[in-house]
């Protein structure tokens, strides 16, 4: 109801703060680790370390404190995950580990977009890693995991060996690109930029498309969805285009929009496909996140 009020009736007072104390945030912050993670429960030794499937699974709580419950940086549990985060970022400016040795500008993406929600937008930190986003894209202007434009399998993240180089010659990949882009999105300078539109124009460009790279790969993905965002699907990448202020008359666009209106039930809400999550409410924070795109839509109509 807050994010409703907020977001859609343009409610200034609505505050998220109320939400903080709810048991949920209590139980999950009660689990924190003391150095700021949340455990990850299983995992495989010869993938990765303890201390990089925990980088994982703190990234995935953060996601749910701060797009569920609206948690900020002034809570003292975002402060301490927050700094457990930024202690994998290295000196070039990715979060290095969950793909071991190897550049990951997916996840370094997705982790920086949550920060960015929790208050972190301004922090030095969060420039150091746009600029090396920024640094490693592919010559057309979208990005891919850097290993699989050598044609190396995932298998060489459990392989103490050198970072592979990419090779930026070779085209993005949606999947890739798609989760790069709502970092920029969430970040109010640099989804101004130009290489946010370029990157824009080249993810709205392969909807309902195949990626190029072999993750994900097939196009029953565009209409597979989480939330919060974690891969890239339809409501994932129109949540970004609309922060960017993309037209919703682009053609692509109109047909990723389309594809959402004839799926509305008579209720009003969405019942969709999800490929991630147990939240019983899922189908409602789907809806939430539709709504918010179409009324961003509708603002910058002419």
């Known amino acids: 109801m807050v994010f409703t009020k907020r977001d859609l009736l343009e409610d200034k007072g609505a505050s998220a703060e109320g939400l903080w104390r709810l048991p949920f945030v209590t ?5 924190q680790q003391k150095d700021g993670s949340w455990k990850y429960l ?7 370390s303890r201390q990089n499937y925990n980088q994982l699974e703190t990234y995935r709580i953060l996601g749910e404190l701060v797009e569920k419950y609206g948690l900020k940086n002034s809570h003292p549990s975002i402060e301490k995950a927050a700094s457990f985060l930024f202690g994998f970022q290295t000196e070039e400016g990715d979060f290095r580990g969950i793909y071991g040795n190897q550049y990951t500008p997916n996840y370094s993406a997705g982790i920086m977009e949550i920060l960015v929600k929790a208050g972190y937008e301004e922090d030095p930190r ?3 890693g746009f600029r090396w986003l920024l640094s490693i894209r592919q010559h057309d202007g979208g990005w891919a995991i850097p ?3 050598k044609n190396a399998k995932l298998d060489v993240i459990a392989m103490n060996n050198k970072t592979i180089q990419p090779d930026t010659s070779k085209p993005f990949s949606h999947l890739v ?3 790069v882009l709502r970092a920029f999105a969430a970040h ?9 539109k ?8 392969r909807f309902f498309n195949r990626d190029l790279y072999p993750d994900r790969a097939t196009v029953e993905f565009w209409t597979k969805f989480t939330f919060p ?8 990448s129109l949540d970004s285009l609309s922060l960017l202020r993309f037209a919703a008359n682009d053609l692509h666009l109109k047909k990723a929009i389309e594809w959402l209106v004839a799926r509305q039930q008579k209720t009003g809400s969405w019942n969709l496909t999800i490929l991630k999550g147990k939240d019983k409410e899922i189908n409602r924070w789907m809806s939430l996140a539709i709504c918010r795109v179409f009324r961003r839509f509708h603002e910058d109509s002419p």
């Open 188 to 196: 109010k300078i640099h989804r101004e930029s130009g290489e946010a």
């Open 147 to 149: 290993l699989r434009t």
């Open 27 to 31: 139980r999950v912050i009660g689990k």
């Open 42 to 48: 299983g995992g495989k030794p010869d993938v990765r």
């Open 198 to 205: 370029t990157a824009g124009k080249l993810l709205a460009s």
């Open 177 to 179: 690109t798609g989760v």
């Open 126 to 128: 969060i420039e150091r």
């Open 229 to 236: 965002f974690w891969f890239t699907d339809l409501l994932s």
